[in-house]
């Protein structure tokens, strides 16, 4: 490892660590982030485009952590694709509910300048529940559907229980809203 790519991991670490003890995300200011890694003030701008970039990859370090550790089964269970992809929807779904302090603040930030990790990680998945019976490009729009879908619904939570009346935040209801979603896609 060179010294740059230390330089931006001691950063990263630094983000978890004061994501760890912030209640609020805003807390987080680059003087914070620069004393608790011992780095220049002007580093963050260096490595990253942004301080919201950096807090970004953090926050996707720490629930992608997370969610390797919850998945690592699901890869060898003998599930239909139907139900492997439930429950990665439900599971991510569920993480995002034990992190909802980082997520709401970090979704705007991911749904406009974020990677399409999870869509990406579905998409076998979706491929497979379909067999050939959809194109490349369908089963990328239904993963990229499905998984956006779910990021703004948990952003806009409050919004969409009084439309909907299904609370997000409750996990009988999510997993309810989850197997919803799956029926309208896949038959």
């Not at 660590?17 to 260096?46: F, H, M, P, W």
């Not at 239909?80 to 929807?89: A, E, G, N």
């Amino acid at each position: 490892m060179d010294k740059s790519d230390n330089t931006k991991n001691q950063l990263i670490e630094a983000v978890i660590g004061l994501l760890q003890e912030c209640n609020d995300v805003s807390e987080i200011t680059s003087r914070k982030i620069t004393e608790r890694a011992k780095i220049n003030l002007s580093t963050i701008n260096y490595h990253f485009a942004s301080k919201d970039e950096l807090i970004n990859i953090a926050v996707n370090k720490l629930i992608g952590d997370a969610a390797d550790a919850y998945f690592q089964d699901m890869k060898n269970n003998m599930k239909s694709p139907k139900d492997k992809l439930r429950d990665f929807l439900v599971g991510i779904s569920d993480i995002a509910v034990d992190y909802k302090k980082y997520i709401r603040e970090m979704i705007p930030y991911i749904l406009l300048k974020g990677e399409f990790t999870q869509t990406i990680e579905i998409l076998p998945l979706v491929k497979e529940c379909f067999q050939e019976s959809k194109n490349d490009e369908e089963c990328k729009i239904i993963s990229y559907q499905l998984i956006s879908f779910m990021q703004l619904v948990f952003y806009r939570a409050d919004e969409f229980k009084s439309f909907s009346k299904i609370d997000i935040m409750n996990k009988q209801e999510r997993d309810r809203l989850v197997d919803i979603q799956l029926d309208l896609f896949i038959k």
